[in-house]
């Protein structure tokens, strides 16, 4: 299964250069074939390589066959009869010979005149889901004095996941929290001292040079800034591969957006840097659709007030890292009560949906993920 995912990158007047010299070759061999009324790739070949490499001597020989093999799909789709006026820049075609893409670390390297070019990028929403595919072609374009490159990713295709096959046991409840960065429903914990001594270092770093603000301590501010990404993607992948890979079928977590408001206040932003949460939601859920687990995205109302064993809520139940019920005396770590709470409303869905609905959920189309929304 592919995907083509859209990256913006940083402006390189070489990978530029490329593309125009790239975007005359193929013109070139447009008018050839035009001319002698051929679209057949090894004709093309043998009345271009030669003379175009010549001309051409710092084109890399793998881009130089994709613009032949460009030229012939254009040349065959107009039947020979129009006269093909392509751009001073045109999508440059890339393959495996020509582009390495690392969408785990952000880094790309691609062919150019010039020799190798190696790239960072910034993450969007369609790369941050996409980390664990690896690019076998790309496109890229030079629009607007802006760069992109359009990499095709390739993905297994997920399994199919058997709802009436899941049991109770099969569901697991995840806490998303400040001081364990997450406590599931199994007594396991996920401590983030770790985590908030690393983010306050970067911190401190990055107001550090901040107050400097000379152009030097602005350039070390935003590798700061990019290694710290760095740490929080990578720490949310091992983080997120660790929750998958364990026993369960079933993963069921509160719905940020509604809890956001409640949780992600100044103080929850501030006590660990502003994590994203969100990234390891993400990431978590693309590990489970390729494992053919579920993940279930449950309400987050009264989660941490509410008494996992009697199922009564009050405020008074919960203070700080205590858990105890005033009603029937139950006590537990809150988010460790936190996360059984979300594994029975998780438990409730999936019971919901095996009275409600066929065995099989649907799989295997990327615009629709694996997570269930319980309103
Ligand atoms: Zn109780």
Redesign the pocket.
């Known amino acids: 299964m592919n995907r083509t995912v859209k990256i913006k990158l940083e402006n390189n007047n070489d990978l530029v250069n490329t593309i125009k010299e790239y975007s005359k070759i193929k013109q070139q061999i447009c008018d050839l074939g035009l001319k002698k009324s051929s679209f057949n790739k090894n004709k093309l070949h043998k009345w271009t390589y030669k003379k175009l490499k010549k001309q051409y001597p710092n084109m890399p020989t793998g881009i130089l066959q994709t613009a032949r093999d460009v030229a012939s799909e254009i040349l065959k789709r107009t039947k020979l009869k129009k006269k093909i006026n392509g751009k001073e820049y045109s999508s440059m075609r890339l393959d495996k010979r020509n582009l390495r893409v690392d969408m785990l670390h952000n880094k790309i390297s691609i062919s150019s005149i010039v020799g190798r070019k190696k790239l960072t990028f910034i993450d969007n929403p369609m790369t941050i889901r996409y980390k664990d595919c690896s690019a076998i072609a790309g496109t890229l374009c030079f629009r607007n004095n802006q760069l992109y490159l359009n990499v095709v990713l390739e993905k297994d295709n997920p399994p199919k996941i058997n709802l009436g096959g899941i049991k109770v046991e099969d569901i697991i409840g995840i806490d998303r929290g400040i001081n364990n960065i997450v406590v599931m429903s199994n007594n396991q914990f996920f401590h983030s001292n770790h985590l908030k001594d690393v983010k306050g270092k970067y911190q401190y770093l990055k107001k550090v040079l901040q107050n400097k603000g000379t152009k030097s301590a602005i350039r070390k501010l935003q590798k700061i800034s990019r290694k710290e990404t760095r740490f929080v993607s990578d720490t949310n992948h091992c983080l997120s591969k660790a929750i998958a890979n364990s026993d369960f079928k079933v993963f069921s977590i509160e719905a940020l957006n509604i809890k956001t408001k409640k949780k992600n206040g100044k103080r929850f932003n501030k006590k660990l840097g502003g994590w994203s949460y969100k990234q390891f939601e993400t990431f978590l859920d693309y590990k489970l659709e390729a494992l053919g687990k579920i993940l279930v995205k449950v309400n987050p109302k009264h989660t941490s007030q509410m008494?996992?064993?009697?199922?009564?809520i009050e405020k008074a139940?919960r203070k700080g890292s205590i858990f105890k019920?005033?009603?029937?005396?139950?006590e537990l770590h809150s988010d460790l009560n936190a996360s059984r709470n979300i594994a029975n409303l998780g438990k409730s869905e999936i019971s919901r949906l095996q009275v409600n609905q066929p065995i099989v959920v649907p799989q295997g189309n990327y615009k629709i993920t694996n997570s269930l929304v319980i309103n």
């Open positions: 008494c996992s064993k009697c199922n009564h139940n019920c005033v009603n029937c005396g139950f």
